[in-house]
């Protein structure tokens, strides 16, 4: 992260998702239940869902006025980005766009596999990374890293 990029952090809950670039905050009440709901049919994770899913997120993140020319470091402290980076990144706390990207691809060749993989605890974890992944393109986001604390978060 150089000094002349934009700081993002931000929270993406089941109900509503937040956003602080430079002081600025943004909310919007569609959160990670709203982006299943409307792309899962019937319950299921697969390829037309996940088009569905990356269609609906991009609505989402164009609702924001976000200028995508400024790269942007992010930041978070959700336990759902956490169990991203241990599913997809593990002994990892910072995530690059080239990493995320490379992920994603894994994710789409081997989609079953991490479905089951997170069966236990629902779907929500690879919607937050299809999210995560929308995020960083839309935005031009080139990294994003996991804390542990909002105080942590509010000294980077």
């Known amino acids: 992260m150089t000094d002349s990029d934009t700081h993002l952090r ?7 998702l937040r956003f602080d670039i430079d002081g600025q905050h ?32 991009e609505e989402i993140l164009e609702s924001v006025p976000v200028q995508y020319a400024q790269p942007k470091s992010a930041i978070s402290t959700d336990a ?19 990493q995320l990207e490379s992920g994603f691809n894994a994710f789409l060749e081997c989609r079953e ?13 690879l919607v937050y990374f299809i999210f995560l992944r929308e995020m960083m393109h839309h935005w031009n986001v080139v990294d994003i890293t996991f ?9 980077l």
């Open 10 to 16: 931000f929270t993406l809950g089941l109900e509503q």
């Open 26 to 57: 943004f909310q919007v009440n569609k959160g990670l239940g709203f982006i299943q709901a409307n792309s899962m049919r019937h319950g299921v994770l697969d390829e037309l869902a996940i088009e569905l899913m990356i269609y609906v997120i």
């Open 80 to 98: 759902l980005f956490q169990q991203v980076l241990s599913l997809f990144f593990p002994n990892q706390y910072s995530i690059s766009r080239v």
């Open 113 to 125: 596999y991490y479905v089951c993989k997170v069966a236990e605890q629902g779907v929500f974890s």
């Open 147 to 155: 804390v542990e604390s909002l105080e942590t978060a509010k000294s």
